[in-house]
């Protein structure tokens, strides 16, 4: 078996005396002769001068190919650190291995192994470095198991469970001789800064010689200039080598350490697209695993990144074989399913009209004023942008206490940026929903409940990577005729695993133009981020006035414990955020900031597939529910409920039958209330504390014990209630 052309980043000797030849492709080699430069680290696995000796398996694996055509068998071998596939188009022309091959078989190939005569070379049409992949096997099939690449995931499934055993062993026992080396150690090269030429032996050697001194002054000067041009020749060389190690680091940081912090979406987006800009090979993992040589199994690889593949009731977790673990590339819906039926507008003035004389606390609104996403899920949307919290606490635990306070600041503003263009309201929910979020990708886990009704009160807890935040939120609103003005009660609070801790409240929001005009959202009021130690920040979110011409500015700076301020911050609540060191006051535009202002935080691109609803890229993910995951969450879990389910899935009319039932029920909750009902998983600290989260949903979701969670969107009748009570 040969592999044609390798990935660039595969196959560079980091090891390698002789440096990198920008001129020369890298040489080609069967995969089964890979030397110890390709495929080992530089750590010695030698035993005085006898080499590891590394036991190679092979044997034959049904790997998914796609819905048309299933499962397929394919020629599996791990040699080197590297496992190859190939085609099994003919039985007898498998091209199994010579007994002088060191190689164990996996698996009964006694059927194929019977057939004589001369056999076909077959033809590799994948390959996977365990280096830069992972595996883990399933637990839903005790024949099945997943390896995970940058970009891919292999499906696999062996003939019985000892195959399977075996295979496991040997990829862990491989991935264990075969460790990644970390980029974090010394890879200095030569800076071009520090090579120079001396004219000296030259002058003299043309002085002995009895030139004139014209003469050796024009040789001197040609021989500046050839060398001033070899200089610039060796600093570009430089800046390609250099970036190209910037890109392995990259690789590494983005897609093999589990939860690592700092890595955005789009800084995610970006490492693969770089990534892949650099393999031209046919064989680059972050193109496809396959072959372009074979373009059948191309259309089939190729088809294997849909989600429907992916076995979603079970955590992305590989066994512990090494050093760290990694999460997979997790594919999430991109838009919203498309609507059953046609959605009819509903005036709000014939709604107004049909209700006069009627108690408006029985008025229940059409859900064409909602949005498929409840008020919990709503709670979730403030941490989408969560990076700037795992930046904050590794800034924080390098000492920068400035930046860990601006990045928090940055957090505290970019949660109303989704709120740009938003007119529908979330749907409220039922007296003891919750909603989970579990996004190993972003390395955190989110859980809410709605804890109170009257008034309704929602609690939060997450946590990441080295910090956690919580708080609970009521809404007081006022009807000013035109426009209703929203202004959160609760306390926000973020605390870091060395002990510093964040607590701010939200502005005022409001909504203009009710009855008449163009609907619109503005924040205004003064944010205060306080610290329990050198660091607090004030924000102002302006308000928008009619005359503005550049609105959702926002304003503030931040301060020591000595009252000094130490930072100003500008931007837009919906745009961007920057900051300048230092006393000074910033009067540059967020479109054009100044030279010496830092960049802080920039919202994402808002999807291409957009709706009326015009829910972000992470807001279309939150109802998302994806074969497996339903019988792993709670009763209550806000995915569950049919009138949410119903709306987006464009069955309107379903959906505002579903609503109407529930708001019935949702009546008889302050009854439920007063009767002495609790919270599940949260707990009031004191009457004038939040409430905090007691533990225990995530183990609970593990053993799947959801025995003493009700079933709050089922039918309800008033003998049920005078039961609970």
């Known amino acids: ?42 750590t010695s696995l030698t035993g005085g001068s006898d080499r590891m000796k590394v036991i190679s398996v092979a044997g034959i694996l049904h790997k998914w190919t796609n819905f048309g055509k299933g499962w397929r068998s394919r020629w599996f071998l791990l040699r080197n650190g590297i496992l190859s596939y190939s085609k099994i188009r003919r039985p007898e022309n498998l091209n199994l291995l010579s007994p002088s091959d060191d190689v164990r078989l996996i698996g009964d190939i006694s059927r194929m192994d019977s057939c004589s005569g001369r056999r076909k070379q077959q033809k590799t049409v994948g390959i996977v470095h365990l280096k830069v992949s992972s595996f883990r096997e399933s637990k839903s099939d005790d024949r099945k198991f997943y390896i995970f690449t940058a970009t891919n995931t292999l499906h696999l499934r062996t003939d019985s469970i000892s195959d399977r055993a075996a295979w496991l062993q040997a990829l862990a026992s491989t991935k264990c001789i075969f460790p990644l080396r970390s980029l974090n150690g010394d890879f200095s090269f030569t800076s ?44 570009l060389l430089h800046e390609e080598r250099t970036n190209l190690f910037d890109a392995l680091r990259q690789l590494e940081a983005a897609n093999l350490e589990a939860g690592a912090s700092g ?43 849909e989600p429907s593949f992916h076995d979603t009731k079970e955590y992305f977790t590989e066994p512990n074989v090494g050093s760290g673990s990694s999460y997979t590339d997790i594919k999430r819906r991109a838009k919203l399913p498309d609507p059953a039926e046609k959605e009819k507008g509903v005036s709000l003035w014939s709604m107004i009209k049909d209700n006069v004389g009627k108690d408006l606390t029985r008025v229940c609104l059409p859900v064409y004023f909602n949005e498929p996403i409840s008020s919990l899920q709503k709670c979730f949307e403030d941490l989408e942008y969560s990076y700037l919290l795992d930046r904050a606490y590794e800034h924080g635990k390098s000492g920068n206490g400035l930046l860990r306070a601006l990045n928090v600041a940055a957090f505290a503003v970019s949660g109303y940026a989704s709120t740009e263009g938003r007119h529908c309201k979330p749907f409220n929910p039922l007296l003891g929903e919750t909603y989970e979020a579990d996004f190993p990708e972003k390395g955190i886990r989110f859980f809410s409940e709605k804890v109170s009704h009257h008034p309704t009160v929602i609690a939060c807890h997450c946590e990441g990577k080295g910090w956690k935040f919580w708080g609970d939120t009521n809404l007081r609103s006022k009807f000013w005729g035109r426009s209703i003005q929203v202004e959160p009660v609760g306390v926000l609070t973020l605390e870091f695993d060395d002990g ?50 550049n609105p959702h500015q926002v304003n503030g700076f931040v301060e020591d414990v000595s009252g000094k301020k130490a930072a100003t911050v500008f931007g837009k609540w919906d745009d961007s955020l920057y900051y300048v060191a230092g006393d000074g006051v910033s009067k540059t535009k967020v479109s054009d900031p100044a030279s010496n202002a830092s960049f802080l935080w920039r919202r994402t691109k808002p999807p ?37 389910r119903h709306l987006e899935n464009g069955e309107y009319e379903k959906a505002n039958l579903e609503k109407q039932r529930l708001e019935r029920r949702q009546r008889m909750s302050r009854q439920l209330q007063e009767s002495g009902w609790r919270p599940r998983w949260f707990e009031k600290q004191g009457e004038s504390e939040t409430f905090k989260y007691t533990g225990g949903y995530w183990e609970a979701r593990g053993h799947r014990t959801w025995d003493d969670c009700p079933d709050i969107f089922g039918e309800f009748t008033e003998e049920q209630l005078a039961d609970s009570a």
């Open 192 to 235: 071009p800064k520090d090579l120079s030429i001396s004219t000296d032996r030259l002058k003299k050697r043309l002085d002995e010689e009895g030139m004139n001194e014209n003469l050796v002054k024009e040789c001197e000067e040609i021989m500046l200039s050839e060398f001033s041009e070899m200089h610039e020749q060796i600093k």
């Open 608 to 644: 291409p597939n957009v709706t009326r609803y015009n829910l972000t890229s992470f807001a279309i993910t939150m109802n998302e529910l994806t074969p497996g995951l339903e019988e792993m969450l709670p009763p209550t879990d806000s995915r569950l409920r049919p009138d949410q």
């Open 500 to 549: 510093e801790v964040f607590q701010w409240s939200k502005v005022t929001s409001t909504i203009y133009n009710i009855i008449l005009g163009k609907l619109y959202c503005d924040h205004h009021g003064v944010m205060q981020i306080r610290g329990n130690r050198q660091f607090s920040c004030t924000l102002k979110f302006k308000e928008q006035s009619i005359l503005e011409r």
């Open 263 to 305: 890595v955005d979406d789009n800084g995610y987006q970006l490492t693969k697209h770089g990534f892949s800009s650099l393999g031209r090979g046919k064989y680059s993992e972050c193109s496809t695993t396959a072959s372009s040589d074979d373009k059948q199994e191309f259309e089939d690889v190729s088809e294997e990144d």
């Open 1 to 42: 078996m040969r592999v044609k052309e390798m990935h660039p980043l595969c196959c560079i000797t980091l090891e390698s005396p002789h440096g990198i030849d920008s001129n020369k492709p890298p040489p080609v080699e069967p995969v089964t002769n890979l030397t110890r430069s390709r495929s080992l680290p530089a």
